[in-house]
């Protein structure tokens, strides 16, 4: 199964989007899914990931009460939904998986195995 990002774009400060992440050519509903990001000339950070069954989800403490993510395994897909979104937060995102139904250990999602391409979040007025 491919992993397809899909929701990025111009938004401005303090505005809202939200990512999906789409199985192709398969189902994700066995798998955890992480999101990460990584920003031009930083390292990739993990933002979270949610377990198969979507009922754990775990988050890096920066972003907290802003993010959020939950899947729909009926329509294959993980979300990553973004508010009171600020500069800072512009970057490539990814979501991400090593085809287990656990998310990793806090702090070591950003080396998961499997990831999408990526979709452009661009947070600027």
């Known amino acids: 199964v491919q992993l397809v990002e899909s929701g990025g774009g111009l938004v401005q400060p303090g505005g809202s989007l939200r990512l999906s992440c789409v199985g192709s050519g398969g189902t994700l509903d066995r798998y955890a899914i992480g999101w990460v990001r990584q920003a031009p000339g930083k390292e990739r950070e993990g933002l979270g990931c949610?377990?198969?069954?979507?009922?754990?989800?775990r988050y890096r403490n920066s972003v907290k009460g802003r993010f959020t993510i939950s899947r729909d395994n009926q329509k294959n897909t993980v979300y990553l939904q973004m508010n009171s979104l600020k500069p800072e937060d512009t970057a490539v995102y990814y979501c991400a998986t090593d085809r287990i139904s656990t998310c990793p250990p806090d702090g070591t999602y950003a080396g998961m195995d499997y990831w999408g391409q990526g979709t452009q979040v661009t947070v600027s007025s």
């Open positions: 949610i377990s198969n069954s979507g009922d754990t989800t």
